[in-house]
């Protein structure tokens, strides 16, 4: 039987563990901040697949002629990703080779996952952008999402 002791630093430990876990991502987040700031029309034909649960899109300076609002860092571009319950949006900049090498690589994005070609680091995008594979630690940078239950989708961070 464990005693009494022995438990409260196994608590401890797990309290530890949760909040070191759970740090704001501010505190991981790697990709310095860029102002972003745009909405995303669903009835817009160029979203149209973000209707569907388990899809992504990606957005520019490009798109929409939003310009710097949806650029992300160093022009990158942001990824937009279709939850079960709500829309994810990340930084398109590997936050590894960033972080590591001082180096801006786009990853490229397929379905739910986007690739580092530089380092490989693999990021799952339903699981908030977080590395599965490769060498990388840090997660995708991520930005505010709201949707109106309708029909628009607003992407920001300041």
């Known amino acids: ?16 563990a949760l909040i070191q876990s759970s740090c ?8 310095p901040d ?35 609002r949806s650029a992300g860092y160093d022009n990158n571009g942001i990824i937009i990703y279709r939850g079960p319950e709500e829309y994810y949006a990340f930084d398109r900049t590997c936050p590894h080779d960033f972080a590591v090498n ?21 990021y799952s995008l339903s699981t908030y952008g977080v590395p599965i594979s490769g060498i990388g630690r840090y997660s995708l940078k991520n930005y505010n999402t709201t949707f109106d239950g309708e029909r628009y989708i607003r992407v920001w961070n300041k």
């Open 102 to 122: 001082g180096l801006s690589i786009r990853v490229a994005v397929d379905f739910a996952l986007a690739t580092c070609p530089e380092c490989g680091t693999v």
């Open 34 to 68: 860029e102002f972003i700031d745009f909405t995303i029309d669903l009835l817009d034909p160029e979203f149209v697949n973000l209707t569907v649960i388990g899809a992504c899109d990606t957005v520019d300076a490009t798109t929409n002629n939003w310009g710097y």
């Open 1 to 16: 039987m464990m005693s009494f002791s022995k438990r409260g630093f196994l608590i401890i430990v797990v309290i530890f």
């Open 24 to 31: 704001n991502k501010e505190d991981n987040d790697v990709i």
